[in-house]
């Protein structure tokens, strides 16, 4: 079956470390990537999204994911992390049906 | 431009009843699919809907259906109500469906 998996489940930082939260797609052909995240106690928001085109695509927040196609990759990165990005992120991908398949998410706990 | 919403907010209901769910789409957004998000199971793709025909389904049974009106606004069933049905529903609108998603807040539903 079409799958998205997160790596990490829960990642603990602290403020100023360096972030990279794992994605993967197990289907090939053309994929339509996102990363959302939910705030505590907030919906879900999009915080960046891949169709087509550069493989390094930036968001909100400073938050950026490259698309590595080989590797069915899709990870999300941001240099130096803040308390304000404790939340819990989702990788999603739309698979061949159009479905939106969402991965496990990973919660994010920075500390102060 | 007002988002998605969802009424509505909490819900209470006991085994067996039936439960309505509505949501507001993003004005000029003719997508609409629902999600249940419990902490187990993460995400998961119930239905969508586009100019009123449903276009996609989830794995869940049949108590579960929706429908979708002429003005993109939709609500989702859930009939015989289980323990298990106890979950936050999301509903997300969307241009077409394989374009960037927006979330509502969601409809807090417990089962008892």
């Known amino acids: 079956a079409q799958s998205v998996s997160q790596h990490n489940h829960h990642v603990i930082l602290s403020e100023a470390a360096s972030l990279e939260l794992g994605c993967n797609y197990s289907?090939?052909?053309?994929?339509?990537l996102f990363w959302y995240v939910q705030y505590p106690g907030q919906h879900l928001q999009l915080l960046l999204k891949y169709f087509s085109g550069d493989p390094l695509v930036k968001g909100i927040k400073g938050f950026e994911a490259e698309f590595i196609k080989s590797k069915f990759s899709f990870n999300l990165r941001k240099p130096s992390v803040q308390w304000s990005d404790t939340a819990e992120y989702f990788c999603?991908?739309?698979?061949?049906?159009?479905?939106?398949?969402f991965g496990q998410g990973t919660e994010l706990s920075v500390k102060p | 431009k007002a988002g998605v919403t969802q009424t509505p907010r909490y819900l209470i209901k006991t085994r067996g009843q039936q439960v309505t769910l509505s949501c507001s789409p993003i004005s000029g957004h003719r997508s609409v699919s629902w999600y249940q998000q419990t902490p187990g199971q993460g995400l998961q793709f119930l239905f969508e809907y586009f100019s009123e025909t449903q276009r996609n389904k989830g794995n869940f049974p049949g108590r579960f259906s929706g429908r979708q009106f002429s003005n993109s606004r939709s609500e989702m069933n859930v009939s015989t109500l289980e323990l298990g049905d106890s979950a936050l529903y999301l509903c997300?609108?969307?241009?077409?469906?394989?374009?960037?998603?927006?979330f509502g807040p969601g409809t807090r539903l417990t089962v008892t």
């Open positions: 997300a609108s969307s241009f077409d469906g394989n374009y960037e998603q927006y």
């Open positions: 999603a991908a739309y698979n061949q049906g159009g479905k939106l398949i």
């Open positions: 289907y090939g052909g053309t994929v339509n």
